[in-house]
């Protein structure tokens, strides 16, 4: 994408404005002329740089993670598993988020503009503890309202390509602690906050979280690296930026009875080095959210919220409101593990090991279709061979309890009945065609009472929709 400049007004593409009064002021000073000769277009910024989601004063602060879990721009130190996909779609307008070079035209009385900016992303999990992700963010539209020398786009468009991986170093379900990498391409032409031919912006971020019940904790903390370029302009009073410092926080509560999570986020930037504040905003910037996600099926969510800047700075808008979907499907070229046996609270390979008193072992999204209690052929039925050929083995066992459970996605009666229909199909399944003696099963339904996994995302619902075996013998 190409950003022209013009100096005369009002005739051409002109990015930066100025009143005819304004003018006749300006061309009184030396000082005013020399801003007029250093005019220069600021860039169709909004360049956010991947998983870093606070950038810089050419770019928006918003930018949606690609994996889709958790939060909106803070990121988890979960992975999308292997072969899950998903697919993300943001837009957000924000309102006085330009940069101003005169102060006489600052200040949201005498100034008005906004932005409507998208980003389309995709993450994809390639092994355990290690995603990717892929961002196109997008100018989609603009409104400009005021006089005086400002930054505005130039034109609609794609702004950059940007990467990112993460790789988690070690956790659990409810905690954990993640790096992640990420690079963006800019792709507007004589942006004069990243330079004349520079490079790819790089980040590397720290990443915490933990879960305790129904509220769970991010923290992000990083560095940028820039590669800037020559200056666009000589005389332009903008130098192209330097490294950052970047951190972002998060919190959420979800309301499992009605699908939905409450979220807050606070992310903010300052320069690893001094700069110069050569317009109305700091060099410095700190922005807040707050917005809601609901699960509207088990792959698909929507999000919505609005936020403000907590500093007058780089990107940051008076006022900002979003809205997008995450889709979540897979996995698409590996399957989770068919079973997880647990003896004395570990688990352990499934179907194999001593014989003990008493063993479970789970099954996880194996047997049935979301919100369905018909067994699902193939996968499930050598499962259950496998299961059968186990509990067959010497010391014979003497009862198996069924348990079935859901995720949080519908009523409670719903799901209770539902998990109880699935493990009558289930015990019918073995008597009918496995021949096991009907006194010895018993089948139970749990519904979503008992979840082992986040129900506020895919990947953790995906983890509760599960069936367990617990396996009775008579080893004396």
Not at 303 to 310: D, F, Q, S, V
Request: aromatic share 8%; hydrophobic share 35%; net charge neutral.
């Amino acid at each position: 994408m190409t950003v022209r400049c013009h100096h005369r007004y009002p005739k051409g593409p002109v990015e930066f404005y100025m009143s005819p009064l304004m003018l006749r002021k300006l061309r009184k000073s030396k000082q005013a002329m020399s801003w007029v000769s250093g005019l220069i277009c600021l860039s169709q910024a909004l360049t956010p740089v991947s998983f870093a989601n606070v950038v810089g004063s050419d770019t928006q602060n918003f930018n949606t993670i690609t994996s889709g879990l958790d939060f909106v721009t803070v990121q988890s130190s979960e992975t999308l598993k292997p072969g899950v996909v998903n697919f993300g779609l943001f837009i957000n307008q924000a309102y006085n988020t330009l940069p101003h070079f005169d102060n006489s035209a600052i200040g949201p009385t005498k100034y008005s503009d906004s932005i409507l900016a998208g980003d389309l992303n995709i993450g994809i999990g390639l092994l355990p503890g290690w995603d990717i992700g892929f961002s196109a963010p997008q100018m989609l539209h603009q409104e400009v309202e005021s006089e005086g020398f400002r930054g505005q786009f130039g034109s609609n468009g794609n702004t950059e390509i940007r990467f990112n991986t993460k790789i988690r170093l070690w956790g659990t379900d409810e905690y954990g602690v993640a790096v992640v990498g990420s690079a963006n391409i800019n792709r507007i032409k004589n942006n004069p906050y990243t330079g004349k031919d520079a490079g790819p912006t790089t980040n590397l971020e720290l990443v915490m979280d933990t879960t305790i019940k129904n509220i769970a904790l991010g923290l992000n903390l990083g560095h940028r690296w820039r590669n800037p370029g020559t200056k666009v302009d000589a005389e332009s009073p903008i130098e192209p930026l330097g490294n950052q410092i970047i951190g972002s926080v998060a919190a959420s509560y979800l309301f499992s009875s009605i699908d939905t999570k409450i979220i807050f986020e606070v992310f903010g930037s300052q320069p690893a080095k001094s700069e110069n504040e050569n317009s109305d905003r700091l060099s410095s910037s700190a922005e807040a959210i707050a917005g809601l996600k609901y699960d509207f099926t088990t792959a698909l969510a929507g999000h919505i919220g609005a936020g403000t800047e907590l500093i007058h700075g780089r990107g940051s808008p008076d006022f900002r409101v979003y809205a997008g979907l995450n889709y979540t499907t897979g996995p698409v070229f590996s399957a989770p593990k068919e079973s997880t046996k647990t003896v004395a609270g570990k688990p352990v390979d499934a179907f194999s090991g001593p014989m003990q008193p008493k063993e479970k072992i789970v099954i996880h999204d194996v047997l049935f279709e979301f919100d369905s209690d018909s067994l699902v052929v193939g996968g499930a039925d050598n499962t259950l061979k496998k299961l059968v050929n186990y509990i067959n083995q010497k010391p014979v066992f003497t009862k198996l309890v069924i348990e079935g459970h859901t995720d949080s996605i519908g009523s409670v009666e719903y799901n209770t009945d539902l998990s109880r229909r699935r493990a009558n199909t289930i015990r019918k399944w073995l008597i009918e065609k496995h021949k096991i003696d009907p006194a010895k099963l018993s089948s139970f339904g749990k519904g979503e009472s008992n979840p082992i996994a986040d129900n506020g995302n895919f990947q953790g619902r995906q983890l509760n929709r599960r069936v367990e075996f617990t396996i009775y013998r008579d080893t004396k």
